[in-house]
């Protein structure tokens, strides 16, 4: 079956441009998240959705990203005045239940680059 | 701060060799320990995971080792190949938050033909 996808595969901006990310993520999954995978430095958590819950906006890193969940389904991760530091791989992951043994399945990412 | 130490930061073996990848957390609350494969232009993929209630847990050339007093876990490939290459992510994940998961700075890791 057709697994996590994320469009566009790459985004080359202008420092201070607004981008939006989108992810689809596996049919019937209720769990979503974005992680944010900069060199060297791992995946870090930038927010989770679970179905009509209150999302954990936790990790996001400042109050220039956001991102929304339509339907249970596509979710979009919007970045407001880019900035260089922004530039990363940007990674969404669903899974079929919000539980800790669930597997999270994830997308090939988006490359941003903030010039 | 890093939740998730993990080293080494990159790993040379030949074919054959056992390449054993280490982490370790501070965090006791964390009893979910999953290990995600890497490929270039990939999104990570789940390799194998294990629960704290057990101290070593192998699928195929796979193995996590777990030791629980000192709050370490490592994984082992053993015959590695080539096609190992790749980069690893050890993870952890507390039960009081679902599904979020604090990962590792990733390993390296080029299996020599």
């Known amino acids: 079956g057709a697994g996590v996808s994320q469009s566009p595969s790459n985004k080359v901006t202008e420092k201070g441009k607004d981008v939006e990310l989108r992810c689809d993520p596996i049919?019937?999954?209720?769990?979503l998240y974005w992680y944010r995978q900069s060199l060297g430095q791992g995946l870090e958590f930038l927010i989770y959705?679970?179905?009509?819950?209150?999302?954990?906006k936790s990790g996001l890193p400042s109050d220039r990203f956001s991102a929304e969940r339509t339907g249970g389904s596509v979710s979009t991760l919007t970045i407001q005045r880019t900035q260089q530091e922004d530039s990363a791989v940007y990674l969404c992951?669903?899974?079929?239940?919000?539980?800790?043994?669930?597997?999270?399945?994830f997308g090939p990412g988006t490359r941003l680059l903030v010039l | 701060q890093q939740q998730v130490k993990q080293s080494p930061q990159s790993l040379i073996v030949q074919k054959g060799g056992i390449p054993i990848i280490n982490c370790a957390y501070e965090?006791?609350?964390?009893?979910?320990f999953p290990w995600y494969q890497q490929f270039p232009g990939k999104g990570p993929a789940l390799l194998i995971a294990?629960?704290?209630?057990?101290s070593e847990k192998k699928e195929g050339r796979f193995t996590i080792s777990f030791n629980k007093s000192a709050k370490q876990f490592s994984l082992h490939i053993m015959d590695s190949q080539p096609g190992d290459s790749a980069t690893y992510f050890c993870?952890?994940?507390?039960?009081?938050?679902?599904?979020?998961?604090?990962f590792g700075r990733g390993t390296q890791l080029t299996v020599w033909p």
């Open positions: 959705f679970q179905g009509n819950s209150a999302p954990d």
């Open positions: 992951a669903s899974s079929q239940s919000p539980v800790q043994q669930e597997t999270q399945y």
């Open positions: 993870a952890a994940s507390p039960g009081s938050t679902l599904g979020r998961l604090y």
């Open positions: 049919s019937g999954h209720t769990a």
């Open positions: 965090n006791t609350a964390f009893d979910y």
């Open positions: 294990i629960r704290p209630d057990v």
